[in-house]
């Protein structure tokens, strides 16, 4: 498997501010995804991070309101752009590991409520 | 497109009571079949997953899962639950290195 952290763990925003979630993985990994699980929801792709390009997003999610990056192989950021109470979710990460890339391991989550 | 039935919302079983979570998948080609759980304020652990070869794959925790492609099934099992087991499960489908297609879960009460 891969151990995978994410910072912060959770947090409270303002309506019409910005978080930015880190995802570090111990080990360098090719593929890279942020799903966002709303409440009592099952989990919803945001886009695949990928490395040294721009991320590619689902329907109904916009670079503008999830910029992602990904500088290196270990690590990623998704931020939540000018948050509203519908943003309240848990926000995670997972990756395939090089040579295990069918199997996605997942991050804790970053647990956001918005006010 | 790829898709994930969960039929069982929420399902209460008495502890040392077997399991049996019910999962169907639509997919053009050979899926890899996946089973999650997620415990309250945690993340996903993977329990077991299929890729080919035995239809019936063990995972941790004991239990087990049993890949019927003629009714396009993955059903989750285990022979005897612990009140530990209480959680949301997800089955999820996924196409090589692609994304994961999620079912909407199934909630697991445990009853002493």
């Known amino acids: 498997s891969a151990v995978i952290s994410q910072k912060p763990s959770r947090d409270i925003c303002q309506r019409g501010t910005s978080l930015t979630i880190q995802c570090q993985v111990d080990?360098?990994?090719?593929?890279m995804f942020w799903y966002r699980q709303q409440p009592g929801q099952s989990l919803t792709l945001i886009a695949t991070?990928?490395?040294?390009?721009?991320?590619?997003?689902e329907s109904g999610f916009v670079i503008d309101k999830f910029p992602i990056s990904r500088p290196n192989l270990t690590f990623s950021t998704l931020t939540v752009s000018n948050m509203s109470p519908e943003d309240s979710s848990i926000y995670l990460c997972?990756?395939?590991?090089?040579?295990?890339?069918?199997?996605?391991?997942f991050g804790p989550g970053t647990r956001l409520l918005v006010l | 497109a790829q898709s994930v039935t969960q039929p069982d919302i929420h399902i209460t079983v008495s502890e040392g009571a077997s399991l049996e979570l019910r999962c169907n998948y639509s997919?053009?080609?050979?899926?890899?079949l996946f089973w999650y759980v997620q415990s309250p304020g945690q993340g996903l652990q993977l329990l077991l997953k299929?890729?080919?070869?035995?239809?019936l794959v063990q995972g941790i925790k004991g239990f087990e899962a049993e890949f019927k492609r003629s009714q396009s099934s993955f059903n989750l099992r285990k022979p005897s639950v612990h009140w530990s087991d209480a959680a949301e499960y997800f089955c999820?489908?996924?196409?090589?290195?692609?994304?994961?297609?999620f079912g909407s879960g199934t909630r697991l009460q445990v009853q002493p």
């Open positions: 997972s990756v395939g590991k090089t040579g295990d890339q069918e199997t996605q391991y």
């Open positions: 991070a990928n490395q040294g390009s721009e991320a590619t997003y």
């Open positions: 999820a489908v996924g196409a090589g290195r692609r994304a994961l297609t």
């Open positions: 997919y053009g080609a050979t899926p890899y």
């Open positions: 299929y890729f080919s070869g035995d239809t």
């Open positions: 080990s360098q990994v090719t593929m």
